[in-house]
């Protein structure tokens, strides 16, 4: 099992950042590849960005290119989304996920942490 626990989320201003945290904890976390989605009220979850321990690829949604950073501390078991440039758009519920790859889902979601963006 992989626990997965987000924070950082809270309500900024249009044109403000964000950096949104998710600590990983569980048995060979670094076998995951970890990645971000949100959901806005009304609508269905999307993908927002994906990335490796090891610092390889990353992957964005074309609605974040440019404005989202994913990044990782290995040492800490913690991924990064960081957020400049918010939009009111932006707003929804962000999530962490982790990919084992041994099926179509990801396996395992954190709760959730509110991302509010003001115009």
């Known amino acids: 099992q992989v626990h997965l626990v987000e924070s950082g989320g809270g309500l900024v201003q249009a044109g403000g950042s964000l950096r949104l945290s998710c600590a990983a904890s569980g048995r060979n976390v670094s076998r995951y590849v970890m990645g971000w989605f949100r959901q806005a009220p009304g609508k269905e979850r999307e993908f927002v960005a994906t990335g490796s321990w090891s610092g390889g690829s990353t992957y964005y949604a074309d609605s974040v290119k440019g404005r989202f950073t994913i990044s990782r501390d290995n040492a800490k078991n913690t991924v990064y989304l960081q957020m400049d440039s918010l939009k009111p758009e932006d707003t929804a519920v962000y999530y962490c996920?982790?990919?084992?790859?041994?099926?179509?889902?990801?396996?395992?979601w954190g709760q959730g942490t509110q991302v509010t963006v003001s115009s």
């Open positions: 996920a982790a990919d084992s790859g041994l099926g179509r889902d990801y396996d395992y």
